[in-house]
């Protein structure tokens, strides 16, 4: 027998009960692994990005496409060390949110992965503190991972977990630095960028060229017209833009707010903070009317992105890696996800196949921010894809062999 090969194998197997334990829908999502030490390290200091920003008075990050004249946003990594022994090294990429790490889901993942025996590095994207879909973050995470690997022993790889929007600058950064990263995993990414920010506005999700009508996040529309303004002919758009950012800050996260008018008189007196000019365009970026100037939110979204479509490429990564995407994959969906449809991660998975290999796994377990209660005719089935992702991440840094 190999002792290494058996070491590695029993390593694999405790973080595999340890991921069961905490990811499992027998434990609390609120629930916290003890133990874990956790330290902030600055790559860059700048501009404060994020709701932390907001709160302290700097400027905030605009929209394409002014983005260019932005000052130089701080960047940070927050960093997860395990109660014992280093079994490998996962990069964490969050979604589009204010907090990133400080979000208290994300914060109990990254600590769930070091629970098992991880080294876990977040960095705070500015662009996605900043509710931005920008070219830059793929910049800053091609920082962040070379700050990684520039402090790990030479010949150490890092695993990418991404998360929701994450998913485009980490296939992006993978396939830059193929010799250094061992595996991505996605969780919630999509391949067809238009129908994913359609489907925010209409829930609407296209499968076999049946339209399917799904649950979507009615808290998301603010953020998707924050980033489709430049496109739309508006100007002098500030007080918009913050005002926007406003309502992101003021209900995320809060679920009594997705029903119907209970977040109505905020949201009205949001729109007290707009020129009157644009407090209509406002109004229907938010929800509470069906259009603006005549013309409906999912047409004015339709347009935005087709002016958009050259600036938004950077968003696109299948359409130009191509055969430069070797990197094994896997990608997870929720069902249940409200923000991106879990159709996009068949699309995602086949798109990424011709070229690296792939494992795909879907599941009714997870929603985008959270567990889901099974059916008990649905347990057998979703244990069994549960395992199949408990195995992947278990394999951290070791990912490339088994997929």
Known sequence: MNPSVSGDAADRRAAAVSLLRWLGPWTSETAVPPGIRQERVWVRAGRVPGLRGYLQGEPLARPAPWRAAEPTAALEIVRYHPPGPVRAHYLVVPGLHYLGA??????????????????????????????????????????????VLSELPRGTKLTLFSISFGSSPALTVAAERADRIDAVITFGGYA??????????????????QALQLPRDPLNSPVLFLNTLPY?????????????????????????????????????????????????????????????????????????????????????????????????????????????????????????????????????????????????????????ALYGMIDALSRGGRLAPWV
């Open 102 to 147: 400080d979000d208290p889901r994300l914060d109990r993942f990254c600590r769930v992965l070091a629970a098992a025996g991880f080294v876990v590095h977040c960095p705070m994207l500015p662009g996605h503190l900043d509710l931005l879909l920008t070219p830059s973050t793929v910049v800053d995470l091609r920082v962040s991972v070379d700050h």
């Open 192 to 209: 067809d960028l238009e129908a994913s920010l359609s489907f925010c506005l209409d829930g609407v999700m296209w499968r076999e060229g």
């Open 232 to 384: 739309l002919g508006l100007r002098d758009t500030e007080a918009l833009e913050r005002a926007l950012r406003e309502a992101a800050y003021r209900t995320w996260g809060r679920f009594e707010y997705k029903v119907p008018g209970a977040r109505d008189v905020l949201l009205y007196e949001l729109a007290e903070k707009v020129p009157r000019a644009q407090r209509e365009w406002f109004l229907m970026a938010v929800g509470l009317r069906p259009q603006a100037a005549g013309r409906s939110s999912l047409v004015w979204l339709t347009d935005g992105l087709r002016a958009g479509r050259e600036e938004l490429a950077f968003a696109r990564p299948l359409e130009r890696l191509g055969a430069r995407f070797t990197t094994p994959t896997v990608v997870l969906h929720g069902q249940s996800d409200d923000v991106i449809p879990w159709g996009e991660a068949p699309k995602l998975a086949q798109a990424l196949s011709a070229t690296a290999r792939t494992r795909l796994f879907v599941t009714g377990l997870f929603s985008h921010t959270g567990k889901e209660r099974l059916q008990a005719a649905q347990v057998a089935e979703e244990l069994k």
